[in-house]
């Protein structure tokens, strides 16, 4: 469907019945990871990069992701943005982390496309699936407009894939 801008959309229903409409060309999206999305200054691991680069990346803009997914978008929206974020304090306490807290700073920045691809730190158990569930409940809950891509771990765990 089209509004009378010409922009896509797709009608979904919320969890009280009530009807909503979602971009399908998307505009504004987050990176969710580990180190290969994003990595702060760490003197104690000897990495000294750019917060905004993936730890081992050469160039930020071309050897990360999410720069990648961003140059991707900007085809079609020139202004398209894909924020880079590192979850990995969820991938080590996936049932202890404070999601609130976690996401405090993006949960009100209207993203429409959101892009899961973390999983390879912590333990691959049990309360690993289950904390899957309840970062996934929570993102449905808090991005409403957002499109929510979980794509596989860089190395592979069969354990913690039949989360996905």
Same mark, same amino acid.
């Given at each position: 469907?089209?509004?009378?801008?010409?922009?896509?959309?797709? +009608?979904?229903?919320?969890?009280?019945?009530?009807?909503?409409?979602?971009?399908?060309?998307?505009?504004?999206a987050l990176g969710l990871g580990n180190s290969l999305t994003s990595h702060g200054y760490s003197e104690s691991i000897g990495y000294y990069g750019d917060p905004s680069w993936a730890m081992a990346s050469t160039n930020k803009t071309y050897t990360t992701w999410t720069h990648h997914l961003e140059n991707i978008l900007k085809q079609k929206y020139p202004n398209a943005k894909c924020d880079p974020y590192n979850i990995y304090s969820w991938e080590t306490d996936t049932m202890?982390?404070?999601?609130?807290?976690?996401?405090?700073?993006?949960?009100?920045q209207n993203y429409d496309l959101i892009i899961f691809r973390a999983g390879e730190n912590g333990s691959a158990d049990?309360?690993? +699936?289950?904390?899957? *569930? *309840?970062?996934?409940?929570?993102?449905?809950?808090?991005?409403?407009?957002?499109? +929510?891509v979980i794509c596989d771990m860089f190395w592979h765990n069969s354990t913690k894939e039949t989360a996905y």
């Open positions: 469907m089209k509004d009378d801008n010409g922009n896509s959309f797709i +009608i979904k229903v919320d969890a009280n019945g009530q009807l909503y409409t979602v971009p399908v060309g998307y505009r504004k202890g982390c404070d999601l609130d807290t976690l996401f405090q700073d993006y949960v009100n049990s309360s690993y +699936i289950n904390g899957v *569930r *309840r970062l996934f409940r929570y993102l449905v809950d808090n991005f409403p407009s957002a499109k +929510i």
